[in-house]
């Protein structure tokens, strides 16, 4: 089909017309379904049926810890040495603490703006901070900075990662930047996978901060989709190379591996910065969960069982992302009216409408019962400048429910589409009437 734009008026009201009544059928189906967060299936989390047992009666870690009692804020010998292996680090530049990442990074700016981040360095919140926030990206990450009152500064994502001429440029000239965001591997929510280059110029730029950090939030490390996964260069070891050691912080968790809010997170880091840490945590609590690190250790035991156990997560997952490419590029495709990402990895495909026409899709799925990420969430104080950037989460519906939302969201994105192009057309048609008047 050609492309909508080059559709004459009366074809597009036509189609326009011929769609409401598909949307005014779906509205009668009483939908009530949520695509807006990209949390594991049920299937996903039974994966991990075992893991609460498997400790059988025996609660000692292999130092003779007994995990039912207080202590060892840095996290089990044997968490810190599996967990390392899947981040490629040294077991004593990761900690393993807590039950989420988030958490993690929530803590960790805290005691920036308290403590600063070395102890030769001012605590951030003496002055007025600003952050580096590539976008789209993880709303969660920009809600931190809203809450920390930490200026964004939206930088482009591209297909190898953020736009490094921009983020060098800005680092090198001031001071107040202290941070930037980076989900390195399968992005939330674009797919990308940072490049070489980009890992390597992150590690290696110039920042005018001393104390300028970057926050790594590796949240989907492990998380292929396909059999041929993407690679992302170590960044920790770039940065020890490029003698700024203690640059990254690199955050992950089990989120999505074990259990949602119920796995463990980690923080790897120089080992400079990890005890730092593990000092200041101490204050907040005589240890971690231990009990549940003893558990993740002995259900998954080493790398390769994680990646075959992940495997299986993508099984589940790879059919739902499938049908929803499908469905785009049967409902969408050459219509010129939508692009959207193809990730090999992660939680997300990223789509672009026409300009100005993201909120009004969204808006329009949820009135027929069907919740979408909000429009603007993937850029910083939930402003999408151009309108256009929508977020789908695709592994959390069953298949037939995924089904509807995505044919219902393929009705709402024409219809605005084709709302917006006729918009166009009368306000350059009013706007040359102008003109012409004008000139007579
Ligand atoms: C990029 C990213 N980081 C962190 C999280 C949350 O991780 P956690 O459950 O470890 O707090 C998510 C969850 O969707 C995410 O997409």
């Known amino acids: 089909m050609a492309g909508f734009l080059t559709l004459d008026t009366a074809t597009l009201s036509s189609l326009h017309r011929k769609l409401l009544l598909e949307y005014e059928g779906f509205k009668k189906k009483n939908l009530k ?4 967060r990209g949390k594991p299936c049920p299937e996903q989390l039974d994966l991990t049926n075992g893991l609460l047992s498997s400790l059988d009666g025996n609660y000692l870690a292999e130092d003779g810890t007994d995990c039912r009692n207080y ?13 390392a292996a899947c981040l490629g680090v040294q077991p004593e530049e990761i900690m393993v603490n807590g039950n989420s990442s988030l958490a993690l990074m929530h803590d960790l700016i805290a005691r920036a703006m308290l403590f600063g981040v070395d102890d030769q360095e001012r605590p951030w919140g003496e002055r007025p901070v ?23 500064i939206p930088i482009p994502m591209q297909q190898d990662g953020p736009a490094m001429e921009e983020v060098e440029e800005l680092v090198a ?13 399968y992005s939330n929510p674009t797919g990308v996978t940072y490049s070489d280059e980009v890992v390597t110029r992150l590690a290696t730029m110039k920042t005018k901060a001393s104390d300028f950090r970057i926050f790594w939030d590796n949240a989907y490390a492990l998380h292929h989709l396909t059999d041929q996964p993407d690679r992302l260069l170590n960044i920790l070891q770039a940065c020890k190379e490029a003698n700024n050691p203690d640059r990254v912080y690199i955050f992950s968790s089990t989120s999505k591996i074990s259990y ?29 969960n231990k009990l549940n690190q003893l558990c993740h ?4 035991k080493d790398v390769a069982n994680i990646q075959a156990h992940m495997k299986k997560h993508a099984a589940l997952l790879r059919p739902k992302f499938d049908l ?24 997300f495909i990223s789509l672009n409408t026409l300009e100005g026409c993201a909120k009004k899709v969204v808006r329009l799925a ?20 151009r309108d256009q950037n929508i977020r789908i989460a695709p592994t959390y519906p069953p298949l037939h429910e995924l089904k509807l939302a995505m044919e219902l969201f393929t009705i709402c994105l024409q219809l605005a589409s084709i709302e917006k192009i006729l918009n166009d057309r009368t306000t350059q048609s009013v706007t040359l009437s102008t003109i012409k008047a004008k000139i007579v």
Not at 261 to 285: D, E, W, Y
Not at 297 to 300: D, L, M
Not at 334 to 347: C, E, H, L, Q, V
């Open 71 to 83: 202590g060892g804020v840095e996290g089990l010998p044997e968490a810190r040495r599996l967990f």
């Open 33 to 36: 379904l949520d695509m807006s």
């Open 297 to 300: 250790v002995r259900f998954f």
């Open 173 to 185: 000239h001031d001071e107040s930047i202290k941070g930037i965001w980076c989900v390195p591997m």
């Open 324 to 347: 929803v490419l499908e469905i785009l590029q049967t409902e969408l495709g050459n219509k010129n009216i939508a692009t959207w990402t193809k990730p090999n990895g992660g939680y």
């Open 130 to 152: 600003k952050f580096l926030c590539p976008s789209p990206g993880y709303d969660r990450h920009f809600a931190l900075c809203e809450l920390f009152k930490i200026e964004m």
């Open 366 to 385: 949820a009135e027929a019962g069907v919740i979408f990420t909000k429009a603007g969430a993937t850029f910083p104080y939930g402003y999408d400048p």
């Open 260 to 288: 949602a809010g119920a796995g463990v997170a980690m923080l790897a880091s120089s080992v400079k910065n990890i005890r730092r840490l593990a000092k200041l945590m101490s204050f907040q609590t005589i240890g971690p």
